[in-house]
């Protein structure tokens, strides 16, 4: 245990010392574009370390890498003894893409090491114990598994009925009794790694200000969010009720605690919404009505005995029985930020009056409009060229992308009608409805419709 635990601080470590050394080199990346574009000098730069860092020593990386040996001992003999307790945890909301904030939670660098290293012990030990119809948190499934899972069952059928729950911060508000009960009953733990759970459920916590005050507070529900033990706990708050749908023989997917379901009768959707709504009344988590849709009939254009719909979003996938796509607010997204990288590009510094003439040389290259066009490449579809792409579409090359929009929306279909966005940049720009020429953005800016 204790070399393990060694181990796992000092990638932690590397980890945190990695992202500081990022910032760096992006601010000095930033501080460079600068003095390019409008040929001003950009001031001294200002290195400040992340002021949580000055709350206590364990949030430094430098400090627990270089004392990882003695840490590790001192952890180990406290998990054995049934001691260990994580320090109080920096909490702070951020804004969520769909509106409202998801708290989260800083834990030290020590703490976030410990809780990597229950979670895959306890992975290891209880990933087959754990719904095949669950996709989040896994090594051997992801998100676009869930995608394929659902689309797969709705295509070619021309009526089913579809189940759309919404829980209202659900990892916020489980209960503690609920989860310690599911723990206990299904879950395959020691009594010392129980007792080590039961402490991250029941951690301290405190905002900046009150952190530094020493004003601590005890969370009593729900888990933390932001520790790689969270992702183990969304699992066990489900289990049960994963199990439960199974037993009906509907068909479900679910990923955290977006949870979509698909059966054949109406029957069979009464059935299956009294089962969510009997977890939300056992675990805790309240179900938002107002942001659920409930029951729906899912079915082919065309007359329906009631009111009905042609698709359903699932993790930002619109899927029907006929297409997958990105939904609306996945497209909306990325034409936001096709405005962020245009604007920065081309129309930040010349609005301020700050615009470098020489960026652009006597023949009329404009090299910010290249730096541009090259930014956006790289958010489509990552670094590989449109030659490429196209003998991958044509089964020539194979398709390996990462980090870029179309690596979330690997399984768009062909008829897609967001599928030009992977074929270049002129395409890209009919496609999201982009109706300025890149080439007069300097001058008339930017509409996205």
């Known amino acids: 245990m204790r070399k393990e635990i060694e181990v796992g ?46 709350l206590d020593q364990q949030f430094n990386p430098f400090y627990v890498r270089s004392h990882a040996e003695s840490l590790a001992f001192s952890i180990a003999k ?11 945890a920096l909490r702070f909301d951020v804004p969520k893409a769909s509106g409202g904030t998801r708290t989260l939670s ?46 797969k069952t ?83 708050a489900c289990m049960e009720l994963d199990r439960e749908i199974e037993g009906t023989g509907a068909a479900f997917a679910r990923y955290a605690d977006d949870t979509l ?33 409930g029951i729906s009939l899912l079915s082919s254009p065309g007359p329906a005995e009631f009111e009905s719909k042609q698709g359903f979003v699932f993790l930002g996938h619109e899927i029907s029985s006929s297409n997958i796509s990105p939904s609306r607010r996945s497209v909306a997204r990325i034409k936001r930020h096709l405005s962020e990288i245009i604007y920065k590009h081309l129309l930040l510094y ?19 409009l290249v730096t541009c066009i090259n930014e956006l490449r790289r958010y489509l579809y990552g670094r590989v060229s449109a030659a490429y792409l196209a003998d991958a579409l044509i089964g020539a090359e194979r398709l390996v992308i990462s980090s870029c ?8 279909a062909l008829r897609c009608h967001a599928m030009p966005l992977i074929l270049g940049i002129s395409e890209c720009f009919h496609v999201l409805g982009i109706k300025a020429c890149v080439s007069c953005l300097r001058n008339k800016g930017l509409c996205i419709v």
């Open 9 to 54: 601080l000092g990638e932690e470590s590397s980890k945190h010392i990695q992202r500081y050394f990022s910032s760096l080199q992006q601010r000095a990346w930033v501080r460079k574009r600068y003095q390019k574009r409008t040929g001003n000098p950009a001031g001294q730069p200002t290195h400040r370390e992340p002021k949580h860092w000055e």
């Open 78 to 88: 406290k998990i054995r003894a049934g001691t260990y307790e994580p320090r109080p």
């Open 106 to 151: 800083i834990f030290t660098v020590v703490d976030s090491a410990v809780s990597t290293w229950l979670f895959k012990r306890l992975l290891e030990r209880n990933a087959p114990s754990f719904s095949a119809y669950s996709y989040a948190y896994r090594l051997d499934r992801n998100a676009h598994h869930a995608i394929e899972h659902l689309a």
């Open 154 to 236: 709705v295509s070619d059928k021309q009526r089913v009925f579809v189940l759309e729950y919404d829980f209202k911060r659900y990892f916020d508000s489980i209960n503690h009794g609920y989860l310690t009960d599911v723990l206990e009953r299904h879950i395959k733990v020691s009594p010392n790694e129980l007792k080590l759970l039961k402490s991250f459920m029941a951690h301290r916590y405190a905002g900046q200000a009150a952190y530094q005050a020493g004003s601590f507070k005890t969370s009593t529900q729900g888990f933390p969010q932001g520790t790689a033990i969270s992702l183990f706990f969304a699992n066990v």
């Open 261 to 293: 379901i698909v059966c054949d009768d109406y029957a069979s959707a009464h059935r299956l919404a009294a089962i969510m709504l009997s977890h939300s009344k056992r675990s805790g988590a309240q179900i938002n009505l107002l942001k659920s849709e």
């Open 350 to 368: 010349p609005k301020r009056g700050e615009f470098n003439p020489l960026r652009i040389n006597p023949h009329g290259f404009d090299w910010d």
């Open 405 to 412: 929009a179309l690596s979330h929306f690997p399984l768009v």
